[in-house]
Nanobody, 124 residues
Framework: QVRLVESGGGLVQAGDSLRLSCAASGRTFSMYAMAWFRQAPGKDREFVAGINWTRGTTAYADSVKGRFTISRDSAQTMLYLQMNSLKPEDTAVYYC?????????????????WGQGTQVTVSS
């Protein structure tokens, strides 16, 4: 029903910035909340940031608060993650996710739609 495609990942140095994008297509009207998750090798997929699509209210993991900013462009159905002051521990595959509920949650199983991920590697 919904397709999510991430882009913008790459290799950067610690302290650099990177902006991830997620293009949504299909029945995007069914998504009321979207989020970014990430998964590092050997670790579980974890919540990074989420946004209510209509109100624009946001939530962040403590590990990225103050450094990352989630935003959306409703006209283009695009989701963004501006990542500043990147750290090596930010290295992971970043996934775009959406859910039918308007409530932003941090639980992976609560999301209905997923992209394939984009690799972010931060070197020291």
């Amino acid at each position: 029903q919904v397709r999510l495609v991430e882009s913008g990942g790459g290799l950067v140095q610690a302290g650099d910035s990177l902006r991830l994008s997620c293009a949504a297509s299909g029945r995007t009207f069914s998504m009321y909340a979207m989020a970014w998750f990430r998964q590092a090798p050997g670790k579980d997929r974890e919540f990074v940031a989420g946004i209510n699509w209509t109100r624009g209210t946001t939530a962040y993991a403590d590990s990225v608060k103050g450094r990352f900013t989630i935003s959306r462009d409703s006209a283009q159905t695009m989701l963004y993650l501006q990542m500043n002051s990147l750290k090596p521990e930010d290295t992971a595959v970043y996934y775009c996710a959406g859910r039918r509920s308007s409530v932003v949650v941090s639980t992976r199983s609560e999301y209905d739609y997923w992209g394939q991920g984009t690799q972010v590697t931060v070197s020291s």
